[in-house]
């Protein structure tokens, strides 16, 4: 596995090339690190009971700082997620590409026999099966399902492939050279999903206000109650 996440390092979470990033718990896809808030970024101290009242007011207005340049930085919750998901079907068609690099591998490996069979098995799974789920995916929250399948596609074609040290060894070379049809595909891969890291975060914005609407509300009730017991 850890061999795999070298080969595509550059894919990282959506990308979706690697299974172990959506698994399914329970009959449910876990967090996707791209579609999901993975982590908690923004909240209340901790020990709000503990603050003074000017301190409160500090942390106060330093969230309110952070949520006035988040808003002003980031588009409407619907405009980000469109342009994420418009990202992701462009990123997607170039993971499709794979029906095209598959044959090619075959032909320069010169792949005969059961391998052979196997591979253009997956490339006709690719073609059809995988681009028949996408026609369901409408939103964001259809992507996680869809990529689920592509992933675990595609990994068990990388499993075929350690199946067979001779290509396994070839195939982890050629991802490195850009004058190979796999390697020209990594690289292909690499660039189209940097723009979706970066759309990512217009979404990841939407969590980050969340957040820091939800503490500034906690501080603001502690801040409230220090004031009643004031008067």
């Known amino acids: 596995m850890l061999r795999i996440q070298f080969i595509f390092r550059g894919l990282s979470a959506v990308v979706l ?4 990033q959506f698994t399914y718990a329970g009959g449910e896809t876990s967090k996707s690190p791209i ?7 923004y909240a209340a101290p901790e020990n709000l009971t503990e603050l003074t009242l000017v301190q409160l007011q500090a942390e106060k207005a330093s969230r309110v700082r952070d ?22 079907f462009d990123h997607d ?6 029906v095209a690099v598959i044959p090619q591998m075959i032909e320069d490996y010169q792949i005969e026999g059961e391998f052979r069979d196997s591979l253009l098995g ?7 099966d995988i681009r028949e789920a996408r026609k369901d995916v409408h939103k964001l929250a259809d992507y996680k399902s869809y990529d689920f399948r592509f992933s675990a596609v595609y990994m068990s074609m ?12 070839r195939m982890i070379a050629d991802l490195q050279d850009p004058d190979t049809a796999i390697g020209k595909y990594r690289i292909e891969l690499d660039e189209s999903y940097a723009k ?9 914005n939407i969590y980050s206000a969340n957040e820091l609407e939800q503490a500034i509300a906690t501080i603001d009730k502690e801040i409230s109650k220090r004031q009643h017991v004031e008067l």
């Open 35 to 41: 579609l999901d808030r993975v982590e908690v970024l």
């Open 122 to 128: 997956y490339s006709n799974t690719f073609d059809v």
């Open 196 to 204: 979706v890291e970066h759309d990512k975060y217009l979404v990841q």
């Open 93 to 98: 068609d170039k993971r499709l590409q794979i």
């Open 67 to 88: 949520l006035s340049v988040i808003k002003e930085a980031s588009d409407e919750p619907k405009v980000a997620k469109d342009k994420l998901l418009q990202s992701i």
């Open 158 to 169: 990388m499993f075929k492939f350690k199946e067979n040290p001779e290509f396994h060894k």
């Open 17 to 20: 090339l690697l299974a172990g």
